[in-house]
């Protein structure tokens, strides 16, 4: 009998526990409360009632079992968004309203159908609206990453396309030198990309005169700023080559991708790397593995977009995380 | 008078005049009277209709007629507000930079708790306009650094209960995991700004959006998040009662505007709840923003906060993305600038617009005040459409018609500037006062040389 007691107990108790360390779910929004109201909120399982100031708890979100009520004449508004929609906004007095409650467990159909939704609703408010706050001012460049290593034979100056015409002027400064390395002005900045030679040159020259170290300085109608990043010296140059050829000898497609990814990573040329990681994708694009790996690299780079879609596909995929 | 309608008397050209000029004169008051009503009636009608298709259409020269009218509105505007600015906390010195590509939540930290302890007083609101939206704007969520920022800023909000954090597209996530844990919904308020398709720029803000998102069940919810103006100022929770004007006048007048916009391959919608903002200060608001350092801190002697409206956000150093032309200016303002603006306009400047109904009231009210003109002169008995000193007449009704133009341009300001209404029709209207006599006049001219050719041959 007693150890019987004792079970429910621990039972009982667990599910206590793990009920307040758990997220509740919000069901439903307190509106606005009326000037005669005197609101009070009941959390479930508690007897005791927290009075609600007018205007503090505007808009509180309202957890399921949650019960708002008037204690005085007035009346308060609830905002509940899975009613039907003539009845979202509900007039509450004196009898009070109780937040709807639901079940935690999510069917992998609805997870799906819930992850379409938000996809669909999120690229339709991007197609009306920008985000008018302060955002991270390195998404536009993609490539050189900051403080990442370039190779000079394969350098090319990547970002985000503009939307509108816009010019800029891109110039590579030495650390050692007031002298600018490489300079271009008037690029387009809707062509997203600049694969100049003579930039490639400037780089190979740099090398020879023994430099390393360098940076990207961007200058835009708004913004200006600069990249720092290393060159990859002669000697990585010949072992990274070495290594790519011995790593296409594979036969399996994905296994070169990969050990190329690894190479490159392994000499901090990060945005290379990343696209071989795009290359395997395409053949196993479910991989939790492969997906992992890529995120890693890609988010050493400034790639936020390429960010955001391995983000889509790992959650598609219903990978664990890591 | 007889003299000067002699020296326009026309040459008789054919036998047929005199007859034409006896039937002008036969044809009853009533039925000039009555024609001209039809005829201004369906002018009125066919300009308003096709103003909307062209609208629905997004016809260029509709934009652009809708845009100037908007424009000249919003330079028009008075600038004797009844409520103070907004204050704007520029945090240009610690803003992202291309090492650490997110504002330093530290900084916004000590921000805060210097806000918040000014020795002037605490500020009614706060508002961060800075992107914390969890996915799919990774990196603006810091998962090692947010969820303790948040915790402060729920605990902040014992002395500022009206502190908000800025989100975007992750309101498609829903309230519980829009700021990555539900207990943080509460803290979010919608920042994104309006694209302006057209011409000029958007001279609305969304005051709520409303979106779509499946419940654990498998049903389809709708969620509301406020914008970071109409979450500062509280609207419309601490909305005055309506004036004697707004008592009399509410159907004709709102101060908001709802539409539902498809979501692409989905049967559902967003809605959107608009509202026009008042730019008229937005360079006063510039002028007044306060520079916080690098670490934080605010500049010594510290601004006045004391129940003021606070904004948080890049000035100086706002980039391609942040910065949105502003109707009636030319440069292009910084984000926060603009949530600025339309705080102060919901914090008791509200911009009203005319409802559908309104709308439909105010065009047949001018337009029977141009019919009136018209129908007076015509109820003075006076030549027919080919008789001496009906073009004398003529000049009269289009000098009245630019008379009533000047009149409606005039409405235009004091509807903006004294009743705060903003009527863009009001170009159209006032096309429609112009073309109404000439295309009277010419109708009437048509019907009278067509009676001629096809009247029976016993008249």
Redo the contacts between chains.
């Keep these: 009998m007693f150890l019987s007691r004792l079970l429910i107990a621990i039972v009982l108790g667990g599910t206590a526990l793990s009920s307040v360390s758990a997220e509740r779910r919000i069901t439903a929004v307190l509106e606005n409360i009326d000037e005669d109201c005197q609101a009070a909120l009941s959390e479930p399982g508690k007897r005791a009632a927290i009075d609600l100031d007018r205007f503090r708890d505007g808009y509180r979100y309202l957890s399921a079992g949650e019960t708002v009520r008037c204690k005085g004449r007035g009346f308060l508004t609830v905002y509940v968004p899975s009613n039907p929609k003539d009845k979202r906004e509900l007039k509450v007095g004196r009898e009070g309203y109780t937040a709807p409650t639901d079940s935690e467990n999510v069917s992998r159909a609805v997870r799906a159908q819930q992850e379409q939704l938000e996809r669909q609703t999120s690229a339709a408010l991007q197609a009306r609206s920008s985000p008018a706050g302060t955002r991270a001012a390195v998404g536009r460049v993609l490539d050189p990453t900051p403080d990442s290593v370039v190779w000079p034979k394969h350098f090319v100056i990547r970002w985000r396309r503009f939307a509108a015409p816009v010019r800029l002027s891109l110039s590579i400064h030495r650390d050692d030198s007031p002298q600018l390395a490489w300079q271009a002005d008037d690029v387009d900045g809707q062509a997203g990309q600049l694969d100049s030679a003579e930039a490639r040159a400037a780089l190979l020259n740099c090398r020879r005169s023994t430099c390393r170290n360098l940076s990207l300085h961007w200058q835009s109608v708004n913004s200006s700023y600069d990249i720092p990043f290393v060159l990859l010296s002669e000697t990585d140059e010949e072992t990274l080559e070495r290594e790519l050829q011995n790593w296409a000898q594979l036969t399996d497609p994905v296994l070169a991708h990969i050990g190329r990814a690894y190479s490159l990573q392994l000499r901090k040329l990060y945005a290379e790397a990343a696209q071989e990681y795009q290359q395997a994708l395409k053949q196993a694009p479910q991989s939790c593995q492969l997906l992992h790996d890529a995120r890693n690299v890609t988010d050493n780079t400034s790639d936020l977009d390429l960010l955001t879609e391995i983000d889509g596909a790992i959650e598609k995929a219903h990978c664990p995380a890591q | 008078m007889a003299s000067k309608r002699q020296k326009h008397k026309p040459k008789p050209k054919s036998t047929s005049q005199p007859a034409a000029s006896a039937h002008g004169r036969r044809r009853p008051l009533a039925l000039r009277i009555f024609l001209d009503f039809v005829l201004g009636l369906s002018l009125t009608v066919a300009l308003v209709a096709a103003k909307e298709y062209a609208q629905d259409e997004h016809w260029t020269a509709a934009l652009y007629a809708e845009d100037m009218a908007r424009q000249w509105l919003q330079l028009r505007l008075s600038t004797n507000s009844r409520h103070e600015l907004p204050v704007v906390v520029d ?1 240009s010195n610690f ?5 650490q ?3 330093s939540r530290s900084a916004l930290k000590k921000l805060l708790q210097e806000i918040i302890a000014s020795p002037s007083g605490a500020p009614r609101a706060i508002g961060l ?3 914390f ?1 969890s ?6 969520f810091v998962p090692t650094e947010d969820p303790g920022f948040f915790d402060f800023c729920l605990s902040a ?1 014992r002395q500022v ?2 502190l908000f954090a ?1 989100v ?9 995991r829009c700021l990555g ?3 943080y ?2 803290l979010a308020a919608y ?5 302006t398709p057209g011409f000029g720029a958007s001279h609305e803000m ?1 005051e709520y ?1 409303e ?14 998040f ?1 914008s970071l103006a109409a ?1 500062v100022t ?1 609207h ?3 909305a005055e009662r309506p004036g004697i004007f707004r008592r009399m006048f509410g159907w004709m007048i709102a101060e908001h505007e709802s539409f539902e ?6 049967k ?1 919608t ?1 809605e ?1 709840t608009s509202f026009v903002v008042d730019f008229s200060r937005i360079d006063e608001i510039r002028s007044s923003s306060v520079a916080a350092g690098a670490d934080g801190s605010l500049p010594s002697p510290a601004p006045d906060f004391s129940h003021r409206l606070v904004l948080v ?2 000035v100086a ?8 032309p502003v109707p009636g200016h030319t440069e292009h303002y910084p ?2 600038l ?2 600025a603006a339309a705080a102060y306009t919901l914090d008791k400047n509200n911009l009203l617009v005319l409802t559908e109904k309104g709308r439909r009231t105010l065009d047949f009210i001018f337009w029977l005040a141009v019919f009136g003109i018209v129908a007076a002169f015509k109820w003075k008995p006076r030549a027919g459409p080919h008789e001496p000193g009906h073009e004398h007449g003529h000049d009269l009704e289009v000098r009245l018609a630019w008379v009533m133009v000047l009149v409606i341009i005039g409405f235009g300001l004091i509807f903006v500037n004294a009743l705060r209404i903003f009527w863009d029709d009001f170009i159209l209207v006032a096309l429609a006062t112009l073309l109404h006599p000439h295309l009277s006049h010419w109708i009437e001219r048509a019907g009278s040389s067509l009676y001629t050719l096809f009247r029976p041959a016993h008249s």
């Design positions: 945090i803003a992202p930079t291309p090492l590509p997110y504002t306009d800075v992107n939206s996915t799919p704007d990774r990196p603006f909000r209960p009206l800025g975007s597209t992750s309101v498609a996530l829903g309230p519980d844990a539900s207990r919904a509460a920042i994104d700004h309006p694209n969304d959006v979106v779509p998102h499946v419940s654990n069940e498998g049903a389809v919810e709708h969620w509301r406020r979450a509280q419309p929770i601490v916009e498809p979501i692409p391959q989905s559902e967003i959107h956000g890049r150093s706002a980039d391609e993305s942040d910065l949105f984000g926060v603009l949530h």
